[in-house]
């Protein structure tokens, strides 16, 4: 993919971004190091997605809103793999959202302003609530939701709310296009 203006694809560590052709990369974006961008995935205006000390993966149709930060983890001791962030396919993830060193498995959902910190999984058809603070090591169960600082296991999810979270990966696959059309002029 070719960059287009007012947007930074940096290669660092001997490591180059690779975005696919279909993906919708917003103007202000930077795109550093190890990571790799599916096919139909958006990641809107100013977004940061930094893979210097581990890598970052983000499966097809997933968006990422305005503003979000998306970083990984280095190894230590602990921890000698690291943390590298996994994102899977049809996740939405809100604006300004911080996600680090986290593994969302395909549909999951981090909400506006949330917090996915190291270590930390969300599973398929898992939300995490606007605001919230999913802290590392704990896991959102498959169509749980939850919410607050540290999160918390608040409800099951029903039928109607995990259709609505696919309707949001639509809507961002055909606004992404619209969007690419729009800044080609």
Not at 163 to 170: K, N, R
């Amino acid at each position: 993919m070719t960059a287009p203006d007012g947007v930074s694809i940096i290669p660092f560590g001997g490591k180059t971004p690779k975005i696919h052709d279909s993906a919708f990369i917003a103007p202000g974006c930077r795109i550093i190091g190890d990571v790799e961008i599916g096919p139909d995935v958006s990641v809107w205006y100013n977004c940061v997605i930094r893979a210097d000390v581990n890598r970052i993966r983000i499966g097809a149709r997933t968006n990422i809103q305005d503003g979000s930060v998306v970083h990984c983890d280095s190894p230590d001791e602990a921890n000698p793999a690291g943390w590298p962030t996994i994102i899977g396919e049809d996740v939405l993830i809100g604006h300004m959202a911080m996600v680090h060193g986290c593994d969302l498995k395909d549909r999951a959902f981090v909400g506006l302003g949330a917090i996915v910190m190291s270590g930390a999984v969300i599973e398929s058809d898992g939300m995490l609530a606007a605001g919230a603070m999913l802290t590392g090591g704990k896991t959102i169960g498959a169509r749980q939701l939850w919410a607050g600082r540290p999160a918390k296991f608040m409800r099951d999810l029903g039928d109607a709310q995990i259709a609505d979270m696919q309707e949001g990966v639509a809507h961002y696959v055909k606004n992404g296009k619209a969007h690419t059309a729009a800044i080609a002029g």
